[in-house]
């Protein structure tokens, strides 16, 4: 159990992606060759120019919208910020009221908090065991007074997939805007912002083997959106700044490659996924899968078990090679356990007991052979430390 | 985060488990995030003869108990009574500043066991200064 391992196996893709080495490689030209300000007149401002222009399309083509309704970001989080924010303070003569859930990322939910603190009124759903919304609630929450309704794509901690373009459909019958945090879908649920009922989608190149740093918000063209970042011309006015072409040449290819085959990756990561879950539940008593059985993204697995603590898990994994991640209170700065979990009603103890397994482009069945291999033996010694253990533990033989 | 002391003890955890001829048995939880601390103790005259433990919780839990009741061994009982989540500090090398209250766990519950094993006895049980946590004590994280 506690021979040195030299392995290091990544299976926490929801924290972050490896970079592609093609999408390294179209980014390498942008750094030194075709280093110029893509505002400049001369020619030699043409190459970064163009660089940045058909990342906009391969971005605008990846969800169904236009390029001229792509505006590049430093990442998910400005995208989330400038999409509510903007959405907020551009129509508060229409209204002060949007509509959110209870289990959107911080990004959302922080923002949404500073508006309250500015005079908006929100409302934050809750979500059903499995962490979808009910497009019902929606409908019910929606007032004269709602300007915006914002729903993640996909979470990313439980991995739920919510009904979007029932979401959007209720919105749009309303005359409200809808919102969509796409970050975790991209790659992995298929993108039509018109089909979807979409008005603004976040997104960030790094979450789907692109760069740190990078991201885009789509904002439908006729939508009022308040500027955020002040400053020069750029993306149409609406971002100053001048543009990080290399990131957004990586962000471009990244999000083609992501997307040219979405249903393919899917049926192969999911059937690592699939049998990385049923082999834990199986291998380990007292256990369970959180989210939703099905609407599901593909590399996600998120397991409570019983009797014992998240960081403590994550730890003696990490001494065995593996990383991964917790919704436990005691790994949170706040220590108060996950919001998500909290919200799909698990008690305190089994969300702090919480596991989070993403699985990625560069895993394999062999990794999923070492999971299988570690994880009983670590939750096994966890639950022989811990008091809350029945005593008859039904645990599987440490060794 | 954790110092190389803490990752070490919380590996490889000295005297897990239950004593069951324990003498004294007391449990602690923390308020702030439902860590859970159960200890056994053995005594022999006035002086611990051994101790046991199990904790629900997270690396710094798990540590700070292993390190308290290798502490307390051969201690007389008022010398374990007064033993500090600052001296269980000392000895992990420190915890990040989230992480003191879960030393107090393992004070806490030795506390408790002893007053168990005093109680049995048919003695007095001595004056537990309770902890509401967060207080001006210093062990805790600043309120802010």
């Known amino acids: ?399 | 985060m954790y110092t190389e002391k803490v990752i070490e003890e919380f590996t490889n955890p000295q005297n897990v488990g239950e004593l069951a001829d324990a003498d004294g048995v007391g449990e602690a939880g923390s308020p702030t995030c439902g860590d859970t601390m159960k200890i056994y103790l053995k005594v022999e005259g006035d002086r611990i003869a051994d101790a046991r433990f199990r904790t629900f919780g997270c690396a710094a839990a798990i540590a700070s108990s292993s390190v308290a009741t290798r502490m307390i061994l051969g201690m007389t009982l008022a010398e374990a009574w007064s033993l500090s989540n600052a001296e269980v500090l000392d000895a992990l090398g420190g915890l990040p500043e989230p992480k003191v209250h879960c030393s107090l766990l393992a004070p806490d519950a030795i506390r408790v066991a002893i007053n168990d094993y005093r109680v049995r006895r048919g003695l007095e049980p001595w004056e537990r200064k309770s902890c509401s946590g967060g207080g001006d004590c210093g062990s805790c994280p600043k309120k802010g």
Request: aromatic fraction near 6%; glycine fraction near 10%.
């Open chain 1, 1 to 399: 159990m506690n021979d040195l391992e030299e392995r290091t196996l990544y299976m926490d893709h929801a924290a972050t992606t490896f970079m592609k080495p093609e999408v390294l490689a179209a980014m390498a030209p942008y750094f030194s060759e075709h280093f110029g300000n893509p505002s400049s007149l001369y020619r030699f401002a043409g190459e970064p120019r163009n660089g940045v222009e058909a990342a906009r399309g391969q971005v605008a083509a990846a969800i169904g919208a236009g390029p001229e309704e792509i505006f590049f970001t430093a990442g998910g989080t400005e995208a989330d910020n400038w999409a509510i924010k903007g959405v907020a303070l551009a129509n508060r003569k229409h209204g002060d009221h949007i509509v959110t859930s209870a289990i959107e990322h911080h990004a959302v939910l922080h923002t949404c908090e500073w508006l309250e603190r500015q005079g908006f009124s929100v409302t934050y759903l809750p979500v059903d065991e499995f962490g979808r919304v009910d497009p019902g609630d929606v409908e019910e929450a929606i007032t004269d007074r709602t300007i915006l309704v914002s729903a993640m794509t996909a979470n990313n901690e439980i991995g739920t997939i919510q009904p979007v373009a029932e979401i959007g459909r209720v919105a749009h019958d309303h005359g409200v805007l809808f919102h969509t945090d796409a970050v975790q879908a991209i790659g992995a649920v298929p993108i039509d912002v018109d089909a979807m009922n979409i008005d603004l989608l976040s997104l960030s190149g790094h979450k789907f083997y692109g760069p740190k740093g990078t991201g885009a918000l789509y904002i439908r063209r006729g939508t009022r959106v308040e500027t955020l970042i002040h400053g020069g011309g750029q993306e149409r006015r609406r971002r100053a700044g001048t543009e990080n072409v290399p990131g957004i040449v990586g962000l471009g290819r990244a999000i083609e490659l992501a997307t040219a085959d979405i249903a393919g990756h899917n049926r192969r990561i999911a059937s690592m996924r699939d049998r990385l879950v049923r082999g834990i539940l199986d291998a380990i008593p007292d256990s369970r899968l959180n989210g939703h059985p099905t609407e599901r993204l593909a590399n996600n697995a998120n397991f409570s078990f019983r009797y014992v603590e998240g960081e403590s898990i994550l730890l003696l994994l990490n001494a065995r090679g593996i990383c991964a991640s917790t919704g436990s209170a005691c790994s949170s700065g706040s220590l108060e356990p996950s919001h998500v979990l909290l919200a799909i009603g698990l008690p305190h103890e089994e969300a702090h007991g919480s596991l989070r397994l993403t699985l990625g482009d560069a895993n394999t069945e062999d990794d999923v052979d070492y999971v299988l291999e570690v994880l009983p033996e670590v939750i096994g010694r966890l639950r022989e430390i811990s008091p809350l253990t029945p005593p008859s533990p039904r645990v599987p033989e440490a060794e």
